[in-house]
T-cell receptor
């Protein structure tokens, strides 16, 4: 049973516009969330995180929003650039399972010039 | 430069053979992990180790084995018991095993078994 879900397998946006990637979770015990970015044939790289005590965290063009009541988080990229084209994974550590990260299935973002 | 090195990048094996994937890190991280990625799917945890000489099964450990004799090294053996071994394998490390410390990933090994 997937505890972290990314329901959109792909997203296409125009360069300069906003990209919004969504993530839903079912485990109400999750208290920390991370986003990773992955290029083909490479390992994922950490992008941004958010603690459940916050509802927003911003780092340059990247902002993550957390809605605990809806068990939903989203990653906003503004403005989107062609180099942002990659697969984005959201993840959360399971505190009752050795803090191991549970990953969503990923969303492939394509930013068109 | 500190990082995680996985070798080889591509590996081909015949069905029924065991194969060992290498993972080395020089980040002085305590925790190391092995994940598997299949097309269109997220990363699934195979094994993890939070300290030398100790490791734990992840969600899909069947058909795999690991060792952690040195802090820097966490090799993964894909045995003939693994039903669907063809996949992209990712090794990762983190400073500690708290879950809040970001994982640093290697560039992966693509294993093809025919």
């Amino acid at each position: 049973d997937q505890q972290v879900k990314q329901n959109s397998p792909s997203l296409s946006v125009q360069e300069g516009r906003i990209s919004i990637l969504n993530c839903d979770y079912t485990n109400s015990m999750f208290d920390y969330f991370l986003w990773y970015k992955k290029y083909p044939a490479e390992g994922p790289t950490f992008l941004i995180s958010i603690s459940s005590i916050k509802d927003k965290n911003e780092d340059g063009r990247f902002t993550v929003f957390l809605n605990k009541s809806a068990k939903h988080l989203s990653l906003h990229i503004v403005p989107s650039q062609p180099g942002d084209s990659a697969v984005y994974f959201c993840a959360a550590p399971e505190r009752g399972a050795g803090n191991m990260l549970t990953f969503g299935g990923g969303t492939r973002l394509m930013v068109k010039p | 430069d500190g990082g995680i090195t996985q070798s080889p990048k591509y590996l081909f094996r015949k069905e029924g053979q065991n194969v060992t994937l290498s993972c080395e890190q020089n980040l002085n991280h305590d925790a190391m992990y092995w994940y598997r990625q299949d097309p269109g799917q997220g990363l699934r945890l195979i094994y993890y180790s939070q300290i030398v000489n100790d490791f734990q099964k992840g969600d899909i450990a069947e058909g795999y084995s690991v060792s952690r004799e040195k802090k820097e090294s966490f090799p993964l053996t894909v045995t003939s018991a693994q039903k669907n071994p063809t996949a992209f394998y990712l090794c990762a490390s983190s400073i500690d095993g708290t879950g809040d410390s970001p994982l640093h990933f290697g560039n992966g090994t693509r294993l093809t078994v025919t």
